[in-house]
């Protein structure tokens, strides 16, 4: 089975940006693509050759930009086959981006700042609704859906909780819980996390505000499908499943949580397609 490994935060500094291959990638891809920049935020448009059924925001890992979905575009090319427009955003501090980047912000040479990587996510997620804004006055008032890989997951989680016209989400190896730190294993020997009580009181007071799992209700009839690796070092398994746990208790919840016994931070191609499927079945 292909496993596709994603960076968090693990490979920091590979920082994936295709440039001089746009022709090539159009090939490979097979579909109507354009970069566009949207109210300052550099986006892929993806469309469907069929007409637009709804719009889907796809979000990159932590290290990457929006162009991870020319490199690898299995999933992309499954949401077009289903109709789906696809918009595929530079999180904030990432690809295109103006203003400071992710390297800037989350790390001080060696030490990593979960707090400004928290940060990111959550400006990442306000900019779905600028996006959303955006297609709703070119017309486009169909529902609408997010999906995203590790930093993407996170972004997903919250998205689903900020906006109430984004009603299905499908995250993947990512988690609605932010005051998660990475374990040891999940960082190269050289670098630490910062765990000093000024920056975890930090990062406890600001996801006691803005993380999605202190929100439950929030997530009150919307649909959401994660999936995580159990040997994940990025992610703390067990607070995820215990937010599924509460999340289901609550009544018009429709959540669903599948866990993959043997994966680590990384995809793989049974996890693209339960997404695909997820969001045909689900955005009407």
């Known amino acids: 089975m292909k496993l596709k490994k994603w960076i968090t935060y693990s490979a920091f500094f590979s ?26 935020i550099p986006v892929i448009e993806f469309r469907p050759a069929s007409p637009v059924r709804s719009i889907l925001f ?7 930009s929006k162009n991870q979905f020319l490199e690898d575009a299995e ?9 789906f427009m696809v918009i595929a955003p530079d999180n904030s501090g990432h690809g295109d981006r103006k203003g400071s980047s992710f390297k800037d912000r ?16 959550d400006e990442s997620a306000n900019d779905i609704s600028k996006l959303i804004d955006h297609y709703e006055g070119l017309g486009f008032n169909t529902p609408f859906g997010i999906t995203g890989i590790s930093m993407g997951g996170f972004v997903s989680f919250k ?3 900020n906006d109430y016209r984004v009603i299905c989400a499908a995250p993947m190896i990512g988690s609605p819980v932010w005051e998660d730190v990475p374990s040891e294993k999940g960082i190269p020997p ?9 920056a975890m009181n930090k990062l406890k007071r600001y996801s006691d505000k803005n993380s999605p799992h202190h929100h439950l209700n929030a997530f009150k009839g919307k649909r ?46 049974q996890m693209i397609e339960r997404v695909i499927r997820f969001f045909d079945e689900n955005m009407n």
């Not at 994940?232 to 669903?256: C, R, T, W, Y």
């Open 159 to 161: 998205t689903l909780v």
């Open 15 to 40: 920082f994936l940006f295709i440039s001089g291959m746009q022709g090539e990638q159009s090939n490979s891809i097979n579909c109507d693509y354009r970069f566009l920049n949207i109210d300052g």
């Open 224 to 269: 959401l499908l994660a999936q995580n690796g159990q040997l994940d070092a990025h992610v703390h398994i067990k607070h995820v499943q215990s937010f599924f746990s509460a999340l289901n208790q609550v009544p018009g919840s429709k959540a669903e949580l599948i866990v993959y016994p043997d994966l680590y931070h990384e995809t793989n191609h």
């Open 58 to 64: 796809v979000c990159h890992g932590f290290s990457s």
């Open 75 to 83: 999933l992309v090319k499954g949401l077009l086959q289903k109709g």
């Open 190 to 198: 050289h670098m630490n996390i910062d765990r000093s009580d000024e």
């Open 106 to 121: 989350a790390f001080n040479e060696s030490i990593i700042n979960i707090f400004s990587v928290r940060e990111m996510i």
